[in-house]
């Protein structure tokens, strides 16, 4: 028993120290992570403006964010609350996304919009979508409809930039001057027959879907005209990337050239690449306009699917989209996601990146201080607070013109979106709107005050 006990009191302390050195240990491991996850939440150093997003500079190692932007590479949106009044919000009529101008000779803004017809749902767009005209005292809205459908069914997705140099405001849209093959009235609702599984009542789609178009005028309020300027399958190769196009954005620089950008996707299902964005060039927005021939963006590049872009340019001459950011490998990191936006900027128009954080998110602050979920947020279209000149930028040796520069807005004033807090697009019981989001530079200007010496005049 002795010897025991000898044995027993000469193991206890070695026990005991073990038993210390095991937790001091995994407090050491604890803390390691713990520090090693601070670390990797504090703002990555950056060594170039690029890691800016172009949208801010690099100093002494961080970013510096141009107004309007916010986040560690200065890619996300720094909006402010969310008032549900702001934008165009009908009760009756879906809308999906516009963008306004304001002549200088007005004191209104005059918004370009997407509405569904005849009271019907977005997803019977291919029906009944057409262009229609709001005014507002104020650029966020809210916006009162005039009466005026600009483009009657089908004309889908407008985006208006404007007066170009020699004074001309343009409207981009999908679609042509063919009427819709099966307008359907949902003043009494929805047909029952014009649900998923009677394919939206669509049967073979309007015949100018796929096809961009542009209307001009010299007054907001018309007289329009307008042509086709990216047919549908061009090449008659219905496997190509962009055998159907859609979703146009547009830049004017100061020479005329306008730096399209617009969604294009495959004809063929057994060769659909999912969504992508391409680039078109033309001399003078009248002239020809010219597809490049490799898109800038796919879901091949790891970041899921790209639609709705919007582009524009900045003070520096750098080039920028914004886009509706879709399925695997979405910048949100939701795959399920059907209201991320994506930014994406460029030195050249040749070769864009895309920022590693979301532009925005489904989730939303009210104006109350509660949050909320967007269960739908795309169409992102913005207007800008000072100095847009024709809606574009510096010319580049890519866009082949050496005229002087025009200079441009860095602050961003509102965002617009279509967007819905119930349901979801294919959703026949859903009412979307274009709502309306601040940034947050109030501080630049006086509320509902723009600059008067661009395509916002």
Known sequence: VPTTNTATMIKSPKSTMAR???QVWVVVAVVVVILLAAADARPKPCHSDSDCSLLGVCTAGSCVCDAGWTGSHCSQMDLLPMNVTHGYVNATYSSWGGRPVKPASSSLYHLFVTEIASECPLILFMNNSQVVRAVSENPEGPFRSTGDVVLPPFHHNPTVVGPTPDGYYLLYFIGNNEASSNLIDCTSGPPPNCDAKHHFCRGGGPLSNGIISMAWSRS???????????????????????????????????????VMVYHGGSCSKASNGGESL??????????????????????AHGTGNHEDP?????????WHIVSHNQGSGNVCRDSSSHGCGAHLFSQDTYHWTVSAEPAYTPHVTLANGTTAKLQTRQRPQLLFADGERYGGGAPTASTASSAAAAPL?????VLFNGASFVGNNPDLDMTTHTFAFRFNTSSLLPRGVLSHNGPNN
């Open 20 to 22: 210390v050195w095991v």
């Open 220 to 258: 907001v309020t018309g007289p329009w005209q307008s042509r086709v300027v990216l047919p549908f399958n061009a090449s008659g190769h219905g496997s190509d990337w962009n055998c159907h196009n859609n979703n146009p954005g547009a830049v004017v620089l100061s020479n005329g050239t306008v």
């Open 278 to 299: 391409g680039i078109a060039v033309a001399p003078h927005w009248n002239a020809s306009y010219f597809r490049r021939p490799v898109p800038i963006v796919t879901p």
């Open 310 to 318: 919007f582009m524009w340019t900045d003070h520096r001459g750098h």
């Open 409 to 413: 807005g860095s602050k961003p004033l």
